[in-house]
T-cell receptor
Framework: QQQVKQSPQSLIVQKGGISIINCAYE??????FPWYQQFPGKGPALLIA???DVSEKKEGRFTISFNKSAKQFSLHIMDSQPGDSATYFC???????????WGAGTKLIIKP | EAEVAQSPRYKITEKSQAVAFWCDPI?????LYWYRQILGQGPELLVQ????????DSQLPKDRFSAERLKGVDSTLKIQPAELGDSAMYLC???????????????FGPGTRLTVL
């Protein structure tokens, strides 16, 4: 019940295309859902996060879509660029709990 | 912009040797986390501190790993003796607190890449 399942494991998208990464969870007590971006040899960096009281959050080319009833959330990268090539992790957390539960990661490659 | 500092960035050691990693969290962040990340996987929490106290070290292999945050600011993670399977990226992160809407975001350092030969 504590797991966050992330798919796909890897993704190749043409420059200018839309990249979509999906995550699913079981614990209905989760109320904070961040996405982290990690470049090779670097630590993860918070990209965007959402709470269950909204269904969508957009920051620039990055959008989180959240479906509370389906217990799913996804990251959409519009107009994908080669510089977006990285590994993306979804995660989930309860406000009352310290522990961040991580997805397994998606390696995204944007082809020029 | 405030950042989490870690050193060294890279460490190569032979098995059975001792290694130590250092982390300086963002100023004012009460909570500090040490993670281990194996290539191709997500971070795995090893230990969490709230100020100088350990909140959770259930995933820390205590026979060889130790961590301290004596003054509630910077922290050291030690491995003695190192084993081949310890080769990984060791990440430090910090956050304002542990719970509550304002305290959720964890900021990560650049990590220490450990190679055990």
């Amino acid at each position: 019940q504590q797991q966050v399942k992330q798919s796909p494991q890897s993704l190749i998208v043409q420059k200018g295309g839309i990249s979509i990464i999906n995550c699913a969870y079981e614990n209905t007590a989760f109320d904070y859902f961040p996405w982290y971006q990690q470049f090779p040899g670097k630590g993860p960096a918070l990209l965007i996060a959402i709470r269950p009281d909204v269904s969508e959050k957009k920051e620039g080319r990055f959008t989180i879509s959240f479906n509370k009833s389906a217990k799913q959330f996804s990251l959409h990268i519009m107009d994908s660029q080669p510089g977006d090539s990285a590994t993306y992790f979804c995660a989930a957390k309860e406000d009352s709990n310290y522990q961040l539960i991580w997805g397994a990661g998606t390696k995204l490659i944007i082809k020029p | 912009e405030a950042e989490v500092a870690q050193s060294p960035r890279y460490k190569i050691t032979e098995k059975s040797q001792a290694v130590a990693f250092w982390c300086d969290p963002i100023s004012g962040h009460a909570t500090l986390y040490w993670y281990r990340q194996i290539l191709g996987q997500g971070p795995e929490l090893l230990v969490q501190f709230q100020d100088e106290s350990v909140v959770d070290d259930s995933q820390l292999p205590k026979d060889r790993f130790s961590a301290e945050r004596l003054k509630g600011v910077d922290s050291t993670l030690k491995i003695q003796p190192a084993e081949l399977g310890d080769s990984a990226m060791y990440l430090c992160a910090s956050s304002l607190g542990t719970s509550g809407r304002a305290n959720n975001e964890q900021f990560f350092g650049p990590g220490t890449r450990l190679t055990v030969l």
